[in-house]
């Protein structure tokens, strides 16, 4: 055990966070995802929920404010078929977390199920959950660490 880091982050998840650099995309992911057939560099983290895993990897996770200066969003979720505009409960649950844990001026971006598919087949890793309820899948771009340990964050 180690002080101060949430146990749901197991060893090998801890390492993939730690070498993964700045612009390199993690996709957390539903226990319904195809992780597999999509990537080759999965951690499976079961019994844990969207929601639990979330705030977890954000508590050692900045977020990329650059690609937001880009016009582009560092956390995006899986868009509902047909309903792109319609938030389900794991993607409240989700945007709750980015708020309380990385600031409330991110805001969570949405990508077509399809699209979101090609990103995750070009991501560092996938992380995948136990959490059954469907469209619970979002991508986050890690940020940088400034040289005094303090992360950039987005002012606006």
């Not at 929920?49 to 880009?70: E, G, H, M, R």
């Amino acid at each position: 055990m180690l002080i101060k880091i949430d146990p749901i982050l197991s060893p090998e998840l801890l390492f993939t966070l730690r070498s993964m650099g700045h612009g390199d995309k993690l996709v957390l992911a539903d226990a319904n995802f195809p992780a597999h057939s999509m990537n080759e560099n999965v951690v499976r983290l079961d019994g844990v929920n969207i929601k639990d895993a979330a705030k977890a990897i954000l508590s050692v996770f900045p977020l990329d404010s650059f690609v937001v200066s880009q016009g582009k969003s560092a956390v995006s979720r899986m868009e509902v078929d047909e309903q792109s505009n319609e938030l389900t409960d794991a993607h409240k649950e989700f945007i709750k977390v980015v708020k309380e844990i990385s600031g409330p001026n991110w805001s969570v971006g949405s990508i077509e199920r399809q699209d979101f598919y090609k990103e995750a087949k070009t991501a560092y890793t996938i992380v995948t959950t136990t959490d059954a309820r469907p469209f619970g899948c979002f991508v986050m771009t890690k940020g940088v660490i400034k040289p005094d340990g303090n992360v950039w964050v987005l002012d606006k």
